[in-house]
DNA sequence: CGCCCTTTTGAAGAAAATCAAGGGCAGTGG
DNA sequence: CCACTGCCCTTGATTTTCTTCAAAAGGGCG
């Protein structure tokens, strides 16, 4: 069931019945796999595709004037991209695989007519394109401090890895580079190293081996003033 | 023709056929005037209503731990929010009235029977919410120095308010205190008084009398890199 | 005039960038 | 088996950018 994490996602934002279920376990797609640090969609592309990411970690991002990088998003298993297309724009980002990706693509016409048979297909993509929106959003009002900035990353993806997930201890598979944090926090990896440092000296985030661990999950959320509202993962 | 700004605004990104532009001024709705600092929309509301601004600056914002606030967007007159409604989620922001307003409301289904009449007009909201999107993005980007992100942010504002103005001069109302400037670029009012400054000195950006005059657009876009193609104003 | 809001400027301090140098570790090839 | 190489992490010292605190000046309006 290669679409599975697809179906996860989307039922994790709206109610889905066994038979659209189905139906989305049943899209025809091509799969491949992308090397890390190479780029999935590019900007100015206009995809035909709904893009789906089975396995790896990936992100949207831009370029400033003097040629550094931003990340403003990611994409996690299960979650999508592409559907830019419904209405023939161009991509203003590029999405880049930040460790090796697998991805399903499927073509846009063939989820339009399976979606125009279901309303909560509808309203699923939906949601996940409000919940990008505001996390965008969080993201803009949370940049004036980056040891908040980083605990509350650390808590975003926590919470979007493990929604349903109430134990207050975690250690979970972690590959990004120092550099590539900074990349999203818009930090230098010297002061990436630095904020995590003093994650660590707290006993709030210990990185090592491509590992995280959380010992304290509701006080790191604290220390970050972090609310997952605004990933409408509440289901 | 009251609705006439927004007619403006959603042609600017589709095009619309005279039938289309007759149906959505002919749409019902009601107007009120917001003073000045007054929230429109409220967090945690679920508007039933598009909301269009007809006069006057809005702005979307958020509140971070320490009370302070962040401009996340703005509104212009023709530009509206509420759609967030379709699909019957909170708002995950505010949105205040940055000047005396004028707003005009139209019942979300009123709306919704019009656009299902045109295809157009669908896509005219869905570029519009691209074009917000993208300029969170931008946003995000460009937070990296506050001289640039200054300029960058009156390019925008200029680009937005006259799409098609090709002219190298320009003079225009401009009713933001250096405070509420702070909120929008996410730096404190004393440095933004001190970035405005060295704008001046530059010859760049001229403030006074809630009174802007840029003496050189093609250089403050220079300054600043300031490409409009996130807009999606093209047309 | 006197008040409030906004703008302006100065001086000191905090946060983050920059510059620079090592260190660990895994993979590669002699 | 060991040296080499490339990538990533770590730390120190210095400089830049922005904040904070404080004070004063301008402008509109009762």
């Given at each position: 069931?290669?679409?599975?994490?697809?179906?996860?996602?989307?039922?994790?934002?709206?109610?889905?019945?066994?038979?659209?279920?189905?139906?989305?376990?049943?899209?025809?797609?091509?799969?491949?796999?992308?090397?890390?640090?190479?780029?999935?969609?590019?900007?100015?592309?206009?995809?035909?595709?709904?893009?789906?990411?089975?396995?790896?970690?990936?992100?949207?991002?831009?370029?400033?004037?003097?040629?550094?990088?931003?990340?403003?998003?990611?994409?996690?298993?299960?979650?999508?991209?592409?559907?830019?297309?419904?209405?023939?724009?161009?991509?203003?980002?590029?999405?880049?695989?930040?460790?090796?990706?697998?991805?399903?693509?499927?073509?846009?016409?063939?989820?339009?007519?399976?979606?125009?048979?279901?309303?909560?297909?509808?309203?699923?993509?939906?949601?996940?394109?409000?919940?990008?929106?505001?996390?965008l959003r969080v993201w803009l009002t949370n940049s004036d401090q980056a040891l908040r900035t980083?605990?509350?990353?650390?808590?975003?993806?926590?919470?979007?890895?493990?929604?349903?997930?109430?134990?207050?201890?975690?250690?979970?598979?972690?590959?990004?580079?120092q550099d590539q944090i900074g990349d999203v926090l818009a930090i230098t990896p010297?002061?990436?190293?630095?904020?995590?440092?003093?994650?660590?000296?707290?006993?709030?985030?210990?990185?090592?081996?491509?590992?995280?661990?959380?010992?304290?999950?509701?006080?790191?959320?604290?220390?970050?003033?972090?609310?997952?509202?605004?990933?409408?993962?509440?289901?």
């Amino acid at each position: 069931m290669a679409l599975s994490p697809f179906v996860t996602k989307l039922s994790a934002l709206v109610a889905l019945t066994g038979d659209e279920k189905q139906a989305l376990l049943a899209l025809p797609f091509t799969q491949r796999k992308i090397d890390r640090c190479r780029d999935i969609i590019s900007k100015g592309e206009r995809p035909n595709y709904l893009y789906i990411l089975l396995s790896g970690w990936a992100g949207r991002y831009s370029l400033r004037p003097d040629g550094s990088r931003r990340v403003t998003g990611f994409l996690l298993p299960g979650e999508f991209c592409g559907i830019h297309a419904v209405c023939n724009a161009p991509m203003d980002h590029a999405i880049t695989a930040l460790t090796d990706c697998t991805m399903a693509r499927v073509e846009l016409a063939v989820f339009e007519s399976a979606s125009s048979r279901s309303q909560a297909i509808v309203r699923g993509v939906w949601a996940a394109k409000l919940a990008e929106e505001a996390t965008l959003r969080v993201w803009l009002t949370n940049s004036d401090q980056a040891l908040r900035t980083l605990a509350h990353f650390i808590c975003e993806l926590d919470a979007r890895l493990h929604p349903h997930d109430l134990a207050n201890e975690r250690r979970f598979s972690f590959p990004l580079t120092q550099d590539q944090i900074g990349d999203v926090l818009a930090i230098t990896p010297v002061h990436t190293n630095r904020m995590l440092r003093t994650l660590r000296e707290a006993g709030l985030v210990i990185i090592g081996q491509r590992i995280i661990h959380l010992p304290d999950v509701a006080a790191l959320r604290a220390a970050a003033s972090f609310d997952p509202g605004y990933l409408y993962a509440s289901r």
